[in-house]
């Protein structure tokens, strides 16, 4: 068991209470949920996965012999010329599932070239081995990446070239001499493998880290907020934030460590960041997170800092929208762990799926096609990528009063099968007056959206995508398990019940896991029943580099075509999450340890340092504030920095008259020329991607106009009328 002396982190930890017999109980419990629903692999996956790997290593080792003989070098050098394997992700965090990738990074010597090499030469032996199948390189992405499966276990190899002319087989990559003189695209390699590692020394234990590790990610995925590419958190962010909770809670089992996850996190003041250690400026010269020295890291939403150097925020991707639906998962966690605590709830209604379909009344559809599948695959791939950026452009155009909350994932039609969608959520911001009628058209923003989606360089004719406003009413049936719309009805005397309507004879029967009625639902508008689905009117599809198009328009047409009315009428009760807009930046300094007693192994003294006539609760409060570091104070001070933020809480912010307050309408424009952005690639890669900078407005690019179309508007008629039902 830790004790004082042995303290991980940049503070003190908030207990060092051990387990209690409760604890040890409900552990069993917790491991048991985590077998049955299916997230530890069987033995045989296990050695499958080590053979593909330990082929994996050999494969690397000839291709480097064999580009060494080819580059002219002497038979001592093609002889000790070697390349080497490492994992990373969560198969090296040891919390992987059954059918998971494995994230793999190949290590190789100075000789040997990303560009020539690795996506050629080794590409080429991969191509032509039969072990090996859907093949995909991805040369231009953030960090590259060669995707494929080897005997049915798929891969992500990555390549990082050091100065080294021979690479030893016992190579340590942790050590900071080994980023020198390496490129951008080998640090961000590398950086993955250092992390993860980093990671695991920083835990007081690891067993316990991974068993929590394993339930947070189950809950992020059914709670709809694993996904780092749509603003959400990915497998490393999760990660980061379990181990700060095993820093502060050191002796404590999975049981209680998921309790405390959701008790800090519920309390932590965002945007003070979440780290593992301290941020070393290192002795490269590498740019580190620091909102003191660069502009830009002062708008991050909710920094989680990679542990090892160059220390960077791992959750840039974050945005006000998706920070407020993560809060309000914190503190229903929190609520339902205290009602476990008193037996009176379970680890299947923690993680109970969110019912996504039934919380918002108005929600925005992005269909995409293709001619084929790999094409789909492609263009699916990129407008992922992208998604994120409709979110940001929404909130920044409507000065953030009409949030998004983007569905991770995409869904499937089965009658269509070059085919997928993606859905967001639409609500007005919760606590704001509402005037009557009052509207928000977000025409300009769809059509920056599409400018940014349109500059794909290798768009293929049949490759569309159309944005869309539907009801929740009129929602399509393939969005629901077995195409079966789970109906909330209010029943005298009672809470609510479900009914089950068929919605569609094409749905996709394995679109979603089984929504359980228990999270929280919005009231449903059963009004205008008579309105289809064929109602939803299409905004616009987007062909070659971004000309707005008609289905079957004639080749080489441009143009752009809107069709009916898309006006949404938001009402209902809103979030109640409220972000705050001072992003004061807290960063780690050198603690002193607190005053207080020694530790004696009882929970009156586990929070070291309080008044011992606190409750448990209040002193465990208090403690949790202790862990955040000094202020830096001379941010809010700055009065550049005060400046800065303001006019980049503007970027991109359509103007507005205040004749027209409560109306932002502009006129829609067009397209571009075909090809007019033809230096960015298709990455295809959504874990790692960098986002890229907001384009301008759609009015200052210089695009003709075309007719007049329909404004895509929310009308917020009825909010003073909101039901009394959280969300």
């Not at 809950?219 to 980061?240: P, Q």
């Not at 009658?415 to 009052?438: A, D, H, I, W």
């Not at 689905?533 to 289905?551: C, M, N, T």
């Not at 586990?606 to 006539?613: C, E, I, M, R």
């Amino acid at each position: 068991m830790a004790g004082p002396g042995h303290r991980l982190g940049i503070t003190e930890p908030i207990s060092w209470s051990g387990p209690t017999e409760n604890d040890v109980i409900k552990t069993r419990e917790l491991e048991k949920f985590l077998a049955d629903v299916g997230l530890y692999e069987c033995q045989e996956e296990a050695i499958s996965r080590e053979e593909v790997l330990g082929r994996l290593d050999q494969i690397v080792k000839t291709w480097v012999k064999n580009v060494s003989r080819a580059k002219g070098l002497n038979e001592q050098l093609v002889h000790e010329a070697n390349a080497k394997i490492f994992t990373f992700g969560s198969y090296r965090l040891g919390v992987h599932g059954p059918g998971a990738d494995i994230d793999t990074l190949c290590v190789g010597p100075r000789h040997a070239s990303r560009e020539e090499d690795f996506f050629g030469e080794l590409h080429r032996m991969l191509s032509e081995m039969p072990e090996v199948s859907e093949l995909h390189p991805v040369p231009d992405a953030h960090v590259p990446v060669m995707r494929f499966k080897f005997s049915g276990i798929s891969i992500d190899l990555l390549y990082a070239k050091l100065s080294l002319w021979v690479i030893p087989e016992d190579l340590d990559i942790s050590q900071e001499s080994i980023l020198h003189n390496a490129d951008e695209q080998t640090v961000r390699s590398l950086n993955g493998c250092r992390v993860t590692d980093q990671i695991l020394r920083l835990v007081p234990n690891i067993q316990n880290f991974r068993t929590t590790l394993r339930c947070m990610k189950y809950w992020a995925k059914r709670r709809g907020v694993y996904s780092n590419v749509t603003g959400f958190l990915g497998g490393i962010n999760w990660a980061l934030l379990v181990a700060r909770i095993c820093q502060l809670y050191p002796n404590a089992l999975p049981n209680m460590l998921v309790s405390r996850f959701f008790r800090v996190y519920t309390q932590w003041r965002w945007p003070n960041p979440v780290m593992l250690c301290k941020i070393e400026d290192g002795s490269l010269g590498l740019q580190v997170w620091d909102p003191r020295r660069y502009p830009k890291d002062r708008f991050h939403l909710m920094p989680i800092i990679t542990p090892a150097y160059p220390c960077m925020n791992s959750s840039y991707n974050v945005s006000s929208s998706t920070l407020r639906i993560m809060t309000d998962e914190f503190q229903r966690g929190s609520e339902i762990c205290e009602a476990m605590d008193a037996n009176k709830s379970n680890w299947e209604k923690l993680s109970e799926p969110y019912p996504f379909f039934e919380a918002y009344k108005n929600y925005l559809q992005i269909d995409v096609s293709a001619a084929n599948a790999d094409d789909l695959r492609k263009w699916k791939g990129w407008i992922e990528s992208r998604l994120r950026q409709l979110t940001l452009k929404i909130e920044r155009h409507t000065h953030d009063m009409l949030q998004c909350h983007p569905h991770p994932g995409d869904f499937s039609d089965k009658s269509r099968p070059l085919y997928c969608c993606y859905f967001m959520g639409l609500q007005r911001k919760q606590g704001v007056p509402t005037n009557e009628g009052e509207q928000f058209d977000i025409r300009l923003t769809v059509d920056e959206f599409k400018h940014n989606v349109g500059m794909y360089s290798l768009w293929k004719p049949g490759m569309e995508i159309r944005v869309s406003h539907v009801k929740q009413r009129n929602l399509p049936g393939f969005v629901f398990p077995g195409g079966i719309r789970a109906r909330p009805i209010k029943m005298a005397g009672e809470g609510r019940r479900v009914s089950l309507t068929k919605v569609s004879s094409h749905a996709e029967d394995n679109a979603l896991p089984q929504e359980l009625n228990g999270g929280s639902k919005r009231k449903r508008d059963d009004a205008d029943t008579a309105t289809s689905l064929r109602d939803s009117k299409y905004l616009a599809g987007v062909g070659v580099s971004g000309e707005l198009v008609h289905e079957g328009r004639p080749s080489g047409s441009i143009g752009t075509s809107y069709s009916g009315n898309a006006v949404v009428e938001l009402s209902g009760k809103i979030l109640s999450e409220k972000v705050e807009d001072n992003m004061v930046y807290e960063l780690a300094n050198t603690i002193s340890p607190p005053e207080g007693p020694s530790h004696s192994g009882g929970e009156s003294d586990a929070f070291l340092g309080l008044d011992p006539s606190l409750s448990s609760k209040e002193a465990e409060k208090l403690a949790i504030e202790k862990t955040f570091p000094e202020e830096l104070d001379e941010l809010e001070d700055n009065p550049e920095y005060k400046n800065q933020a303001k006019i980049w809480s503007m970027k991109g912010i359509s103007m507005e008259s205040s004749s027209t307050k409560r109306a932002l309408l502009v006129s829609l424009t067009t397209s571009t020329a075909a090809g007019s952005c033809s230096s960015l690639q298709s990455s295809g890669n959504l874990k790692d991607l960098e986002p890229p900078e907001l384009l301008p407005p759609a009015s200052s690019l210089n695009l003709a106009t075309s007719a007049p179309k329909p404004v895509l508007r929310f009308n917020f008629t009825s909010l003073a009328k909101a039901t009394s039902e959280s969300t």
